[in-house]
């Protein structure tokens, strides 16, 4: 699985911050005047919502270098504060996930992919994600219902076609283990049978031989 930091995001996402007019002791005159200073309040560098998302997307660039320098913990650290100012970012909890997967992590991954899929459930790349971290949990059956919904919303989706069969491939390869199983027990269970009938027939024989 090729992973390639900060190509899955489809597109740059503002986050939205609610503007907060101050209690002033006189109004607007008229409605141009409160639109324009609406304006001025969101493009200024000042603004309490432009500073944290800017910080955040400030984050999530120096993880992104560190991740693809293999420095996956500092990466990691990096947008868990990135999370802290913009919770609901769904590219951060996918990109996540994924870097969880590289650490081995896979029971936290899990909980970040399902997020980024809450938070963005027509982004593809978020479900793909979602069903790696549930194949490396162990969950196929799980992982086919993830990888089918990528698809569905990107029906030429190379990446989550191919992990899709490596997905079947893992449910039918537990199928036929399961039934070899069974198989095998019966098996055991068999000769166990036959070895109490032939104990039998030699107790028969020795009470005969007495």
């Known amino acids: 699985m090729k ?3 900060g190509k899955n995001v489809k597109a740059k996402r503002q986050p939205v911050v609610a503007s907060a007019k101050p209690d002033l002791p006189f ?4 409605d141009t005047e409160e639109d324009l200073y609406e304006e001025r309040a969101e493009a200024s560098p000042n603004s309490p919502g ?3 998302a800017d910080t955040a997307e400030s ?9 693809e320098e293999g420095k996956y913990h500092e990466a990691l650290s990096k947008w868990e504060a990135a999370l802290t100012l913009t919770p609901d970012n769904a590219v951060l909890h996918e990109q ?3 870097i969880l997967l590289e650490l081995g992590d896979a029971w936290r991954a899990l909980g970040a992919a ?10 593809p790349e978020a ?7 549930q194949l490396n ?10 990888f089918d919904k990528a698809l569905e919303i990107k029906p030429d989706y190379g990446d989550a076609k191919a992990d899709r069969g490596t997905a079947v491939r893992l449910v039918k390869k537990r199928g036929q283990l399961h039934k070899s199983g069974l198989n095998a027990n019966k098996r055991r269970f068999t000769v166990g049978e036959n070895s109490e009938k032939g104990t039998e027939s030699e107790e028969k024989w020795e009470e005969t031989v007495v």
């Open 3 to 5: 992973i390639v930091w």
């Open 27 to 30: 109004g607007f005159e008229n």
């Open 50 to 52: 432009t500073k944290q």
């Open 59 to 67: 984050l999530l660039s120096q993880g992104n270098k560190m991740a």
């Open 96 to 98: 996540k996930a994924q």
């Open 114 to 123: 399902i997020r980024a899929t809450q938070l963005d459930p027509l982004w």
């Open 127 to 133: 479900w793909v994600t979602l069903g790696r971290t």
């Open 137 to 146: 949990f162990g969950e196929p059956d799980s992982a086919i219902v993830s």
